[in-house]
């Protein structure tokens, strides 16, 4: 800096170049600082800035988003604006006809300002009756400033009461929503007020917006989790109710077919003199009669199973006697469509601790679907030991399983071909109950199959079931 323009500030500032200033200087250079314009506008923007702060906390600190709770977070804004009274209004609709209508919900007032908070004209008033541009200009994101004197006819009936001289007011958006509106009064004189409090002012109006928001995005989301909650329990209620209805059902079922069951073989043993001519009837009655318990059974496993009401027991299963009593019951199975059956049970298989009926049940099941599915084809049982597991291969050369099927078929009630002229019969529950009982005894159950080539379902289960 060249010695001209120092000269020029000091002698600005009132200092002498060759003596240094004393105490009297130093306080004179200081109190014409303090009065600086600058620097008084610099103080006021720090003072608006520690108040949008200050209210941002307390808003964040206030409990939910409803703007009544909202009355202390006005308070530094008021303060540091100068302003008379500072309040919120929110933006609600009118039953009836749909209006548009303004509430005051929180407000701040300054020491000796008379309250507005209870007064009923600032509850449900409607925008189109007493403030009709204001609904325009703020529903557009703009604010309003208004002297006294610029009042119109039936803005004067609401405010000239209040004695507001001059207000500002700028809209609360919420999402982009006009929600309500921020205003801040000035009782004092009719002034406007500057570009920095105004953009100060839409900032804080801004922070309310956005905080707003946050909140009810947040009581939303609680609000669906709860809802989902809810529709949980009760979906959860509905299933129990069904299992027990199920249980009872298939319960009160059973006797009467066990009765009709017992009453075919009695009369298929008599030996009456037209006994040949039933024969052929009363094979039929029984096998219905069969199939219907076969069913009834199936639906009393599900109900149990979902219930977690299935008791398992385990025992010592010898594994070439138990796969060969096996063979024996399905090897009939095979000429109903023209298949032959071939087993690989290694003879050193040894022993399997699990619940012998459930694990008849399954391969079983596995079984006599290989046969099902299957026509002038093959079908093998291979089973395979090592130290810790046994697996069961049931392999079939019949139709085959697409390959968006796989899983779905382990679903209760699903069935790949489920239209009502379907060629096969069942229920569709042979699987899912499998996939089940598999899971209660520690094991796996496990498709692979190629349409038209044939399906291997693997059911693996640890030599010794957990308890
Ligand atoms: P279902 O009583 O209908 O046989 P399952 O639960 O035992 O019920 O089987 C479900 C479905 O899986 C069957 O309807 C059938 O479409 C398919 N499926 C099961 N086993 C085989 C198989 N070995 N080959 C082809 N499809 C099969």
């Known amino acids: 800096m060249d010695s001209s323009r120092i000269q020029r500030h000091l002698d600005a500032l009132g200092l002498d170049r060759e003596s240094p200033p004393d105490a009297a200087a130093w306080s004179a250079l200081l109190e014409r600082l303090e009065r600086d314009p600058l620097n008084q506008e610099l103080h006021r923007r720090e003072r ?275 796969l060969s009593e096996l063979e024996d019951e399905v090897r009939h199975l095979a000429s109903n469509n023209s298949n032959t059956f071939k087993t690989a049970v290694p003879a050193e298989l040894g022993a399997l601790s699990s619940d012998r009926t459930r694990v008849r049940q399954v391969l079983l099941n596995l079984l006599s679907n290989a046969f099902k599915y299957t026509m002038e084809g093959e079908v093998s049982l291979a089973v395979v030991g090592s130290d810790d597991a046994v697996h069961f291969m049931v392999r079939d050369t019949g139709i085959g399983i697409a390959p968006d099927q796989l899983e779905r078929i382990f679903e209760a009630f699903a069935q790949v071909d489920d239209s009502p002229t379907r060629a096969f019969e069942g229920t569709g529950l042979g699987l899912a109950i499998s996939r089940q009982l598999t899971h209660l005894l520690g094991g796996s159950l496990t498709v692979s199959s190629t349409p038209g080539v044939g399906s291997t379902f693997t059911f693996s289960l640890p030599r010794a079931s957990a308890e």
Not at 91 to 102: K, P
Not at 236 to 253: P, V, Y
Not at 256 to 273: D, F, H, K, Q, V
Not at 284 to 311: F, K, M, P, T, Y
Request: glycine share 6%.
């Open 48 to 322: 608006y800035l520690e108040a949008v702060v200050e209210m941002q906390t307390r808003i964040l600190s206030a409990p939910g988003d409803h703007l009544g709770a909202y009355n202390s977070a006005l308070a530094p804004l008021g303060e540091a604006s100068g302003a008379a009274r500072v309040y919120l209004f929110e933006n609600h609709r009118r039953d009836e006809d749909d209006a548009l209508l303004l509430s005051q919900r929180a407000e701040w007032c300054a020491p000796g300002v008379p309250p507005e908070i209870d007064n009923p004209v600032l509850q449900n008033l409607a925008y189109s009756d007493f403030l009709p541009r204001w609904a325009e200009v703020l529903g557009a994101g703009d604010r309003i400033e208004l002297l006294a004197h610029e009042y119109d006819s039936t803005e004067a009936i609401i405010l000239e009461p209040q004695g507001i001289l001059s207000l500002l007011v700028l809209p609360l958006m919420v999402d982009g929503v006009f929600t309500g509106f921020i205003g801040f009064d000035n009782c004092t004189r009719e002034a406007r007020w500057s570009t920095l409090e105004i953009n100060l002012l839409s900032a804080a109006a801004t922070q309310i917006g956005l905080l707003l928001a946050q909140r009810r995005a947040q009581r939303s989301l609680v609000s669906a989790n709860e809802q989902v909650g809810a529709a949980r329990d009760r979906a959860l209620e509905a299933t129990q109710a069904k299992n027990i209805f199920l249980a009872k059902m298939s319960h009160e079922l059973r006797t009467p077919l066990n009765a009709i069951l017992g009453y075919t073989e009695l009369l298929r043993e008599s030996e009456r003199p037209e006994q040949a001519e039933l024969d052929a009837d009363l094979e039929r009655i029984h096998s219905a009669g069969r199939h219907l318990l076969a069913i009834v059974d199936d639906l009393l496993d599900v109900s149990r199973i979902e219930a977690e009401q299935l008791i398992l027991r385990r025992e010592t299963i010898d594994l070439p006697e138990f």
